[in-house]
């Protein structure tokens, strides 16, 4: 199966991480946004598209990025964050955005980092070391039931 993992990783390199334990076992590359070539997902069987979440949402970049996307027809897709809480229900726009370009959702994960936004920097961040061992480990576990 050919995977492709879309993901904006900006602050501490959060959502990176995850990225790479989930293409490990997905032997899938890991691009940026701006490095997406609209006219070659086809290629892939199965899209992944991530970023740390900011102000409840995904990064913009990945909301342009779906917008400049031809239609698709039941192309598998899923969606995965990082954020100072962890919180999944932040995917609700990006992933209504993917459903109206066609995309299927198979499934969705997400994890706490550390996040050192706006006051919480004065403190040094919360969730120092996220994510870890274990979390990684999740994401790889997460990947392999993507697999089927």
């Known amino acids: 199966m050919s995977v492709l993992l879309i993901c904006l990783s900006t602050e501490h390199g959060n959502t990176r991480k ?17 490095e997406v070539d609209v006219d070659s997902l086809d290629e ?8 740390g979440i900011r102000f409840a949402r995904h990064y913009r970049e990945l909301f342009d990025l779906v917008g400049r996307l031809p239609r698709q027809v039941g192309k598998h897709a899923f969606v995965f964050s990082t954020s100072g809480f962890g919180f999944r229900w ?14 299927v959702i198979q499934d ?5 980092g550390l996040d050192t936004m706006g006051l919480l920097r004065l403190f040094g961040g919360v969730n120092k070391g996220k994510p ?9 576990a997460f990947a392999r039931r993507l697999k089927g």
């Open 108 to 112: 969705e994960h997400c994890c706490q």
């Open 44 to 51: 892939h069987e199965l899209i992944g598209f991530g970023s």
């Open 132 to 140: 870890d061992d274990q979390d990684l480990a999740a994401a790889r």
């Open 90 to 103: 932040w995917h609700g726009a990006l992933r209504k955005r993917l459903v109206a370009k066609g995309f």
């Open 18 to 34: 995850l990225a790479e334990a989930m293409a490990g076992e997905l032997d899938a590359k890991v691009v940026e946004p701006a």
